[in-house]
Nanobody
Framework: VQLVESGGGLVQPGGSLRLSCEAS???????MAWFRQTPGKEREFVAYVPWSGGNQYFSDSVKGRFTVSKDYAKNTVHLQMNNLKPEDTAVYYC????????????????????WGQGTQVTVSS
């Protein structure tokens, strides 16, 4: 499975960006997620997106500002980021897990099998 990300860039505080992640394949049990990472820190969970049914989950730091949509025809997941803050600056990664997992484990990066190349998001005036 290959994941290709796009959409990062530089934006002013309060602005918006949309990231996209296209998967080369998926099944009904595929789970996708978004993480982010800053230098010297571990990857931080951002959002959890089951392809077929189930709820989406977001970290407390982005809840209410970030949303996720799915394009089934293109095997693509979009992360819409609104009201961006300087602390959102990071490299953003999409991740894929081939089978569902209990909710208590969705925030752990080691539980995902495939990763995108990462895309830089910089929020600065």
């Amino acid at each position: 499975v290959q994941l290709v990300e796009s959409g990062g860039g530089l934006v002013q505080p309060g602005g918006s960006l949309r990231l996209s992640c296209e998967a080369s394949e998926r099944t009904s049990s595929t789970i996708m997620a978004w993480f982010r990472q800053t230098p010297g820190k571990e990857r931080e969970f951002v959002a959890y997106v089951p392809w077929s049914g189930g709820n989406q989950y977001f970290s407390d730091s982005v809840k209410g500002r970030f949303t996720v949509s799915k394009d089934y025809a293109k095997n693509t997941v979009h992360l819409q980021m609104n009201n961006l803050k300087p602390e959102d600056t990071a490299v953003y990664y999409c991740a894929l897990r081939v089978r569902r997992i209990v909710l208590s484990e969705i925030r752990k990066a080691e539980n995902y099998h495939y990763w995108g190349q990462g895309t830089q998001v910089t929020v600065s005036s």
